[in-house]
């Protein structure tokens, strides 16, 4: 049996709409991008959305409109994608890591604490795997020291914990339409903003620091645009857009197919011994991006290659950032000073998580990581 790690959801509701859009005149970052950042904005709960090429250039941006400067600290997890701590050196500042939660895999409230110094100037939490961190306890220590918070939500369009959703307590946060998301486009990014101030700054950058958006330099009469700042080119554009906008109103029915798979899965695999599951935060909601299990250390390697063996996609979502070779040689961490980023960063797998993951491919997953830890005790 072949079962793939992912599968998007995407139909004949997403071809018209993108049928619909090549009819129009310019393709680029016009009507439908638009519509999007609105539709998205409201979805969130948010008062503005600012439609980028990838989540990676959501946060360099973000970053650099948040004002960070040559030198600049920003606290962040090792237990992330690369793009979250790359984002930070591409802004100009230096990634400082904290440690995670052992029960969780987010990024420790009390080590962000210990970690700031007279140079921090921001943190940029992570929403792992789609859970939210603790954000009342980083925004209480980000008020106190007069940082910002950048949220990466590249797993977490759906999230709530305490009340708030992505975006709600950060200056921003920052989402991934790859094509692995919940919410997908192939590629594409989104910043979301309580600060207008902060959309209209990355509408600038996201478009080489021109005052108008390349949409309007082409319609209407001709007016001479101005250079205001040093941007890039990074934003998002209508074919994107066109893909994005049906799958809005769908995301909760989607998150609750993923959720009934998870629940499967977390049912099917407590007490298999040596296997541990992250813990999911009591009432919140989770976003279920990606299912993870921690497997026992020296089995994890093993066990990855027997899900292969028997047809099933996985991946490791992460090893620890810390340990690869450009941060290891730039920042000379040694193995051990993030210990729980590291021991999870070794022990993580995770399992297949699509909309429309048949049931019997859920159970020969399942069988298939119970017989070999069953086979394998600790
Ligand atoms: C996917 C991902 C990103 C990068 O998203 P892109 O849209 O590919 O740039 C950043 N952070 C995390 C945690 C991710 O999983």
Redesign the pocket.
Known sequence: MQVEFYRHALGEEEIASVTRTLRSTFLTAAGRTRQFEEAFADWLGLPRAVGL???????VLGLRALGVQPGDEVITTPM??I??AN?IIEAGGVPVFADVEPATGLLDPAAVAAAVTPRTVGILP???YGQMCDMVALGELARRHGLFVLE?A??CVEGQRDGVGPGQVGDGA?????A??NLCSG???ALATRHPWLAERLLRLRSHGMDKAAGDRHSGQYRHWDMVELGYKANMFDIQAALLLPQLPRLLERLAAREAICRHYEAALTGVPGLALPVTVPGGRHAR?LFTLWAPRPLRDPLLAELNRQGVGCAV??RAITGLTYYRERFGFIHGRFPVAEEIGDRTLSLPLWVGLPREQQEHVIRVVRNFLEAHPG
């Not at 090429?53 to 946060?59: I, N, R, V």
């Not at 920052?174 to 790859?178: D, G, Q, R, V």
Request: proline share 0%; glycine share 6%; aromatic share 20%.
């Open positions: 090429y990838s989540c990676t250039s959501a946060l992330t994608f793009a979250t984002a992570v929403h792992l990466d590249a797993h920052c989402f991934s339409f790859y692995t998301k590629e594409g990014g991006h979502n992460y």
